[in-house]
């Protein structure tokens, strides 16, 4: 039977939350770093073995799915911007040089959460 295009916008909405909600069962629940069940994202733990974006695993079919979040983890939304912007500006180990660790820098942030 052929969608409309509302039909197909609200089978679509429900596909993505259908694997949203089977993505949170498979990898646990909650955000590996800090343990909170609160905003999570997934996250690819390797961007180089990526082959599709979070953003479109609700599109795809049921097989490729199952592989890409299989090399994904749950972050809540603070530590996956703290893995991202550390990622983009600082460095995963002190350096010669002084630049701050990922705890550190974690750390320094702390007062301008909620």
Request: glycine residues 6%; charged residues 40%.
């Amino acid at each position: 039977m052929p969608f409309n295009k509302e039909q197909q916008r609200i089978w679509i909405r429900k596909r993505r939350a259908d694997r949203r909600k089977y993505s949170l069962h498979v990898l646990g629940g909650k955000c590996v770093k800090c343990g909170t069940k609160e905003k999570l994202h997934l996250h690819h733990k390797d961007k180089n073995i990526k082959e599709i974006e979070t953003k479109d695993l609700g599109t795809v079919r049921w097989e490729r799915f199952v592989a890409e979040i299989a090399k994904c983890e749950l972050l809540c939304t603070h530590c996956h911007t703290i893995h991202h912007n550390f990622e983009k500006y600082g460095k995963q180990e002190k350096e010669e040089d002084g630049d701050m660790t990922y705890e550190e820098w974690d750390e320094m942030i702390q007062p301008f959460r909620k």
